[in-house]
Nanobody, 123 residues
Framework: QVQLVESGGGLVQPGGSLRLSCVAS????????MGWFRQAPGKEREFVAC????????YYGDSVKGRFTISRDNGKKTVSLQMNSLKPEDTAVYYC????????????????WGQGTQVTVSS
């Protein structure tokens, strides 16, 4: 019922910045939680950040705190991830997702996933 389309991935140098965006359609998001996850080759999917659609409360994984910022535009049904001070270990496929509560989303329990966008941090 929900479609998610990501954009903004690419190749950046260590210390650089990148902004990812995800546009949602198909459902009302007033009570939902939107988040970002990432997965590197050979590793498990990792929670990056999420935001409640109503209040805009944000949560971050420990590895990205202080460097990444998640935000939303309710009118445009868009969630963004501003990534600063990027490190090679941030290299992964980044996925946008929609869930119903923060606890579930932080554990990876989500209802819908985007197709993913590649972020590569390398010199």
């Amino acid at each position: 019922q929900v479609q998610l389309v990501e954009s903004g991935g690419g190749l950046v140098q260590p210390g650089g910045s990148l902004r990812l965006s995800c546009v949602a359609s198909g459902r009302t998001f007033s009570s939902y939680v939107m988040g970002w996850f990432r997965q590197a080759p050979g590793k498990e999917r990792e929670f990056v950040a999420c935001i409640t659609w109503g209040a805009g409360t944000t949560y971050y994984g420990d590895s990205v705190k202080g460097r990444f910022t998640i935000s939303r535009d309710n009118g445009k049904k868009t969630v963004s991830l501003q990534m600063n001070s990027l490190k090679p270990e941030d290299t992964a496929v980044y996925y946008c997702a929609v869930g119903w509560n923060v606890e579930g989303v932080r554990k990876g329990s989500v209802g819908y996933w985007g197709q993913g966008t590649q972020v590569t941090v390398s010199s």
